[in-house]
């Protein structure tokens, strides 16, 4: 049981991670397009890059498991990050709301599973 947990765990943490990445890549090198973006969802711009900063060092607390009290914030945060994200979406109706959608079920399941595995004392978000 332990191992499927662990499978489980690193394949939902490991795709959560490649999402990430790639959207902080895109932040930093694609920066003319994201702002584009963020204007049209309401999102001021100078948000980008620290956003972008913090997607990777969420991702560095949630694998490095160095403090539990920063890996659930890193938790937390993408959570509030990727439900911002899909209703944003949603309400200027342009259909770009499935990759967070995404996001939040692959981030339920790596957390549920990271305490599933690593025996933390919450099981839950």
Same mark, same amino acid.
Not at 17 to 34: C, D, I, K, R, W
Not at 69 to 94: C, P, Q, R
Not at 100 to 120: H, N, P, T
């Given at each position: ?15 959560? %991670?490649? !999402?990430?990445?790639?959207? +902080?890549?895109?932040? #930093? @090198? ?6 584009? $973006? ?28 160095? %403090?539990? !009290?920063?890996?659930?914030? +890193?938790?937390?945060? #993408? @959570? ?6 899909? $209703? ?38």
């Amino acid at each position: 049981m332990k191992n499927k947990n662990k499978i489980i765990y690193l394949v939902s943490t490991g795709l959560l %991670s490649l !999402l990430m990445l790639m959207s +902080a890549g895109m932040y #930093f @090198f694609n920066y003319e397009m994201v702002s584009q $973006t963020f204007t049209k969802l309401g999102f001021p711009t100078y948000i980008i890059y620290p956003l972008a900063i913090a997607k990777i060092l969420g991702l560095v607390a949630i694998w490095t498991r160095k %403090s539990p !009290l920063l890996k659930e914030w +890193a938790y937390a945060g #993408f @959570f509030f990050d990727f439900v911002l994200a899909a $209703t944003a979406h949603m309400n200027i109706s342009d259909g770009e709301y499935a990759p967070s959608l995404v996001a939040i079920i692959l981030l339920i399941i790596s957390r549920v599973y990271d305490g599933k595995y690593f025996g933390s004392s919450s099981n839950s978000i």
